[in-house]
């Protein structure tokens, strides 16, 4: 069985998949009078004909070794997960390889970040690893398909980045 | 100067301001060969002629009992919260009154909630009661002028809810 090492959530090797949204940097921002301040529009999203909605997913938390066997895009809509606590949490893509996932990378973010999966990119389903596995997910609302899935002829063992 | 309990976050009551995002009833579909329910596009969301957009906010932490001197609206879209913490926060709107606030109310949210201002709805600035005061907003980009402000002539006092 194939197995990767995930590793800390990098912000350019995820570019290819999706977005990092965090704090990195300076505000774009200060309001409120100083109180707060604005993080601006951190990801790119793309709803196709449909429109963006908010949705909560609340999962089952999971555990390195991690097996995985499913990976899905959403062809119409990207798809982004705020953890509504202060866990990281495990996030799998795979580049597109002539319509199929191709070899998988697994990353474990930091508290404090969320991610917006690109619209088509391939991902594992949310994977939890501290309960309460809640999640607000912005993702397109609207008719048609919007999902494919692939089950994997290999599984796959992610394990936990090296401490 | 006048004061104001708040009161604990409903559904029904805050049904005039905006949407109460969270996990109540059963999930609208479950995914992920059952391991995690969906609780699907729980927000009434409107960007008239921009698009949607995630930010981060980090605000800083109040108490109770919290002075409201200012209250702001968003003509053009509405603006969502999402807490990436488990704790509830402090929720202050006002029903328009001639185009302007009338008396405000305030709803302390449980752990677990997001909240949705509908557009144009007038409200307090985040007020998060707890650190890490994170929250990610979804809101309205593009073009304009989509911020309204309006000082109180007499700032509102808001109390704490009875325990």
Redesign the interface.
Known sequence: MTEIVAQPMSIEAFALFGDV???AGD??KI???G?????????V?D?SDG??????????PRSFPYTLE?LERHPYGSQ?F?????HGFLVIVAPDVGGKPGTPLAFLTEP?Q?I?FHRGTWHG??TPLHA?G?F???DR?GDGANLEEVWLDQPVTITAPPS
């Open positions: 949204i965090d704090c505000p774009d309001i409120n009078q109180k707060c301040g604005r993080y601006h529009d951190r990801a999203m709803f429109h963006a909605g908010i949705s909560l997913f609340r999962a089952e499913l982004a705020v953890p509504m606590s202060e404090g969320a917006n389903v949310l309460p809640l607000a997910v912005v609302i």
